[in-house]
Nanobody, 118 residues
Framework: QVQLVESGGGSVQPGGSLRLSCAAS????????MGWYRQPPGKERELVAS???????NYADSVKGRFTISRDNAKNTVYLQMNSLKPEDTAVYYC????????????WGQGTQVTVSS
């Protein structure tokens, strides 16, 4: 069992920056592929970025060049640095962990709200 706790959300003006953190506990963090998803109001949840156990990253086209995902295995934490934020980035952001060899081991955080508005 993995527990995920997100932090760092909030309200920011367009063009601003935020850094989300997701602290994991309960299992060996380095065994998990970590991802950030978001769910805008009235829309489906979508993948924003992911990072493998080896550090390879993947991004949604809409955030490429603006967002950076990273992980610190020593701190059991994954980060999402969000720059040049746009109103369309407004959403609840969720942290996700999937075991690299057992994808049925799939865990979610409770979510953190990000609002981009002038």
């Amino acid at each position: 069992q993995v527990q995920l706790v997100e932090s760092g959300g909030g309200s920011v003006q367009p063009g601003g920056s935020l850094r989300l953190s997701c602290a994991a506990s309960g299992s060996t963090f380095s065994w998990y592929v970590m991802g950030w998803y978001r769910q805008p109001p009235g829309k489906e949840r979508e993948l924003v970025a992911s990072i493998t156990t080896g550090g390879s990253t993947n991004y949604a086209d809409s955030v490429k060049g603006r967002f950076t995902i990273s992980r610190d295995n020593a701190k059991n934490t994954v980060y999402l640095q969000m720059n040049s934020l746009k109103p369309e980035d407004t959403a609840v952001y969720y942290c996700n962990a999937v075991h690299q060899r057992a994808t049925f081991l799939n865990y979610w955080g409770q979510g953190t709200q990000v609002t981009v508005s002038s």
